[in-house]
């Protein structure tokens, strides 16, 4: 048995508000509970609502720009910048800008539907 998996054939998360959500590894890829790892495109003018995640998320900007709201404090990443979020820590994101942002999301526990607690 191989002690590596290649993945390129992500599982593409179905979403209604225009985002892209490739998961390379995470509960709805692999079934793995531990990591999720996620390739996504955030269109213009795109944003979630206010969530409260029970897990530590960390995000890569590769492509565009990602607007942050944290706990009421607005930060603006840009391509080569990172973040990461304590799980816990109240958050919205959006893309309220021209281009689309293109970047990595990585969970610690996995990403779950059940623990993101959107408001």
Same mark, same amino acid.
């Given at each position: 048995?191989?002690?590596?998996? /290649?993945?390129?054939?992500? =599982? $593409?998360?179905?979403?209604?508000?225009?985002?892209? $959500?490739?998961?390379?590894?995470?509960?709805? #890829?692999?079934? %793995?509970?531990? /990591? #999720? /790892?996620?390739?996504?495109?955030?269109?213009?003018?795109? #944003?979630?609502? =206010? +969530?409260t995640?029970?897990?530590d *998320?960390? &995000? =890569?900007?590769?492509?565009?720009?990602?607007? =942050?709201?944290? *706990?009421?404090?607005?930060?603006?990443?840009?391509?080569? +910048?990172?973040?990461? /979020? %304590?799980?816990?820590?109240?958050?919205?994101?959006? %893309?309220?800008? &021209?281009?689309?942002?293109?970047? @990595?999301?990585?969970? @610690?526990?996995?990403?779950?539907?059940? #623990?993101? %607690?959107?408001?």
């Open positions: 048995m191989k002690k590596y998996k /290649i993945q390129d054939n992500p =599982f $593409i998360v179905p979403t209604t508000d225009g985002k892209t $959500i490739k998961e390379h590894f995470g509960l709805a #890829s692999d079934g %793995n509970s531990e /990591i #999720s /790892i996620a390739h996504m495109i955030a269109p213009p003018d795109w #944003s979630e609502p =206010f +969530q995640p029970e897990f *998320e960390y &995000t =890569f900007i590769i492509k565009g720009k990602k607007q =942050f709201i944290i *706990e009421n404090e607005t930060i603006v990443l840009e391509a080569g +910048q990172s973040i990461k /979020i %304590n799980k816990n820590t109240r958050v919205q994101y959006s %893309n309220p800008f &021209t281009e689309p942002c293109v970047y @990595l999301a990585i969970c @610690l526990p996995a990403f779950s539907i059940d #623990s993101v %607690n959107r408001e």
